[in-house]
C-alpha cells in the first residue's frame, strides 16, 4: 500500500506540469532506519538547520516543526512554520505517521497541500539531532529531499556535523544541502521576551498601587 502511493505521488508529480526541475534521472539511496525508533521521544519541536530544497515547501529560513505524538493515531501531528522568500511567516499543518509496510522510523509525511512522501529517520539521538531523508523513484527517475533536524536554531554545530557523516554513508550527497537561517527569528524571541517582561512590570506597578 505505502508502495503504490509513493509511486502514484511521482506520476502525479511528472504529469501534473511535465518533469519539475527536482524530479531528475536516478535512484533514491537505500538508507538505513533507526532501529528501534521510539516515537514518544522523538516528540517536541525540531528545527530545520540544513536541507534539500523542497518546491511543496514555501519557508525558506526560520523553520521549525512541533511534533505531537498520538497513541490513538499512532503518529505525529505536525506544525511546520517558517517564513517565506517575501519575508511573510507561514504555517503548515499536517501528519506524519508509521504505516504497517515499513520499520517505525520509516513514516509518512502528508500534508493537505502536499504529495505524501517517505520520511525515513535515517538516525537520531533524539536529543540534539536527526537526519531524515525523504525519496520517491519510480522509472528512472527520483525526487530527493533530505533533512537536518537540531533540537536548537543554529546553522552551524552537532546535528550539521553529524548528519553530514551520516548522508554520506549512506550514498547521500550532502553538497545538494544549503543552510537554514535563523538570524532574525533569535532577534524575534529576544523581542517576545522583552515585551514579556514589560508587561509583567506594567501589571505588577499597577496592582500595587490598587
Not at 538505513?32 to 511543496?56: C, E, H, P, V
Not at 498520538?70 to 508509521?98: C, H
Not at 538516525?123 to 533530505?146: L, Q
Not at 553529524?162 to 553538497?175: E, L, P, Y
Request: include cysteine; hydrophobic fraction near 35%; charge should be neutral.
Amino acid at each position: 500500500m505505502f508502495s503504490t502511493l509513493v509511486a502514484a505521488t511521482l506520476v502525479a508529480l511528472v504529469s501534473a506540469d511535465g518533469i519539475p526541475d527536482f524530479v531528475v534521472p536516478g535512484k533514491c539511496a537505500k538508507v538505513a532506519n533507526q532501529d528501534k525508533f521510539d516515537l514518544r521521544k522523538y516528540s517536541g519541536r525540531w528545527y530545520q538547520t540544513q536541507i534539500i530544497d523542497n518546491a511543496y515547501q514555501p519557508f525558506t529560513r526560520c523553520i521549525h516543526s512541533n511534533y505531537d505524538y498520538s497513541d490513538s493515531d499512532y503518529g505525529f501531528k505536525v506544525t511546520t512554520a517558517g517564513f517565506s522568500p517575501s519575508n511573510e511567516y507561514l504555517r503548515m499543518q499536517g501528519k506524519i505517521y508509521p504505516t504497517k509496510d515499513f520499520p517505525a522510523a520509516h513514516m509518512l509525511i502528508d500534508f493537505p497541500t502536499v504529495f505524501a512522501a517517505p520520511y525515513e529517520v535515517i538516525e537520531t539521538d533524539y536529543d540534539s539531532y536527526s537526519c531524515v531523508y525523504s525519496c520517491i523513484e519510480m522509472s528512472g527517475y527520483k525526487a530527493e529531499f533530505g533533512f537536518v533536524f537540531s533540537r536548537t536554531p543554529q546553522t552551524s554545530g552537532p546535528a550539521n556535523d553529524k548528519c553530514a557523516s551520516v548522508f554520506r554513508k549512506n550514498g547521500v550527497d550532502f553538497s545538494s544541502f544549503r543552510c537554514c537561517s535563523y538570524g532574525r527569528m533569535r532577534l524575534q524571541s529576544i523581542d517576545i521576551k522583552f515585551v514579556t517582561y514589560i508587561v509583567t512590570y506594567i501589571q505588577t506597578m499597577y496592582r500595587n498601587q490598587i
